[in-house]
């Protein structure tokens, strides 16, 4: 089943309803199926690109994101859709590993990897007569596709070391689509789904259900809080994919309060933790519409997840646990919680989550060694820990490369963070480990104050954690900081905390 199909079915039933809005303008969805279809053909007649060939997208959130998306799985192509907030080195080394035969780009991209030099595959950016040509071939219908095809190659964010690439096939984003009708809302032509990530990630991925029932996709340019919590106010039915530091950001705005948010849907959360102090505020502002998800590339955005529902049962006895959990398995997916050997670990004990579905990638593009590390007797290994409930709640301790063990014991920096950021003065926090003579590792916290709010001291932050929990797990020393180090998604870059403690001398000096 290749998604182009049910695009073009959709087409057929709603020709005019507005499928595509971005500040360049709106495409009908019988417009977005022409151009879909007359990209295909220049892909495969002007270009003499066949199957299994691969064509990137380097794009920013724009109009012509989605119809290059579809336009190559109507080729019968995969799509390698690249963050355009990388560098164009590190672009140039994504085209190169995924052997890419072509970019569609936007200009200021397609100038600045051709500016990194080398040998760089065709680049056409949406502004050329390259561009124009590829729209106004002769339009042809969807090739035949295996549902086991690969259909978005999708590259990790690459925290350490090089990004590996998730082969995900057809039937893959299908099951995530059918996943998302049964757990998540039921979608038609009368919503609306709001893209202020980017495209090239979660929020494209979740574009799929969308398009494939007829709803309407609002493309943001990028995330600005104003924008967003306009657009809830001036359309019905919006959902929205965000990153926790979005959420954030949307309920620290000045205007957040003000503003008519009766328009939101469901704000799907998912990617980072999500820390309960700010999620209770999420819900007090704008409702129980959240849903939770965990998931990874891997298994693109299907583990498990916390539902609507699930947000709005104040009176349930574990309220605030599962609001701190990850949810329950999503329909069709399995996951346990293991030791080193497969084991699955006792009810409330903390391993490793494995997880299993028609979700699951078939593997890492030419990486034997992290296929045969991740996927086991038909188990994707996470690498995330994790521990669930007697109900089958899953709740996620940290990747395990975060896990800081001192003195023999077993930290969980989130158990921390959670704690300080119940400090009316911390806005955001991330608790590192650094490696001591005698502990093996002891507890750092970086601190973000609040902006205009009293600077949180040391003495309060750790009566704080004495007062809720174990002394031994309690930071040994505190970094203030005016911005926390992340990553093109909104992760805290943990590792370059870690980097910059190394490099300094014994933090309880401080």
Avoid at 141 to 164: I, M, N, Q, V
Avoid at 233 to 256: C, Y
């Amino acid at each position: 089943m290749n998604l182009s199909w049910s695009l073009a079915a959709v087409a057929r039933h709603l020709p005019h309803a507005p499928a595509i809005t971005a500040p360049e303008g709106t495409l009908t969805y019988a417009a977005f199926d022409d151009q879909v279809a007359r990209i295909a053909a220049a892909l495969r007649g002007r270009h003499g690109l066949a199957p299994p060939a691969r064509v990137a997208i380097l794009m920013d959130n724009c109009l012509s994101f989605l119809p290059a998306l579809f336009g190559i799985w109507r080729a019968g192509l995969a799509a390698v859709p690249i963050n355009s907030k990388l560098h164009a080195k590190e672009v140039a080394w994504i085209l190169e590993n995924a052997s890419t035969r072509l970019v569609l780009a936007s200009k200021k991209h397609a100038e600045a990897l051709t500016a990194v030099g080398g040998a760089l595959p065709e680049i056409i950016d949406d502004g050329s007569a390259d561009w124009r040509k590829l729209i106004s071939a002769a339009p042809i219908a969807t090739a035949p596709t295996d549902p086991g095809t690969e259909a978005w190659l999708f590259y990790t964010s690459g925290t350490t070391g090089r990004p590996k690439g998730a082969v995900l096939t057809h039937r893959n984003l299908l099951f995530a689509c059918h996943a998302y009708y049964a757990d998540i809302d039921f979608v038609d032509d009368r919503d609306v789904c709001a893209h202020a990530a980017p495209l090239s990630h979660g929020s494209g991925l979740y574009a799929l259900p969308h398009i494939l029932r007829g709803s309407h996709q609002i493309v943001l340019p990028g995330f600005e809080p104003a924008d967003v919590l306009a657009l809830f106010g001036t359309h019905q039915s919006v959902s929205m994919f965000a990153a926790p530091t979005m959420v954030s950001r949307l309920i620290n705005h000045p205007k957040a309060g003000a503003c008519d948010t009766r328009g939101l849907k469901t704000l799907i959360y998912g990617g980072a933790p999500m820390y309960v102090s700010d999620l209770k505020r999420a819900i007090a502002q704008f409702g129980p519409k959240f849903f939770q998800l965990y998931g990874q590339g891997e298994a693109p955005m299907t583990i498990s997840g916390l539902t609507k529902r699930m947000h709005a049962e104040t009176t349930h006895p574990a309220y605030e646990a599962r609001l701190g959990s990850a949810g329950i398995a999503r329909t069709g997916c399995a996951f346990r919680v293991v030791d080193d050997a497969g084991r699955d670990v006792p009810e409330g004990d903390i391993g490793e989550i494995i997880t299993r579905s028609d979700c699951v990638m078939p593997g890492y593009l030419n990486n034997p060694e992290a296929n045969a590390k991740a996927l086991r007797d038909g188990w994707l290994w996470t690498g995330d820990m994790g521990a669930v409930s007697a109900d089958g709640f899953l709740t996620l301790k940290d990747r395990s490369k975060d896990m800081i063990i001192s003195g023999g014991s077993n930290i969980y920096p989130r158990e921390i963070e959670e704690v300080l950021l119940t400090h009316p003065a911390v806005l955001e926090c991330a608790v590192v480990s650094k490696t001591h003579a005698d502990w093996g590792e002891e507890v750092i916290a970086y601190i973000v104050a609040k902006p205009g709010a009293p600077a949180p001291d040391a003495q309060s932050l750790d009566a704080l954690c004495l007062a809720n929990i174990a002394r031994f797990k309690r930071p040994k020393g505190y970094r203030f900081a005016d911005t926390l180090p992340k990553n093109n998604y909104g992760k805290i870059l943990k590792t370059e905390l870690r980097v910059q403690l190394q490099a300094e001398g014994d933090p309880r000096s401080a």
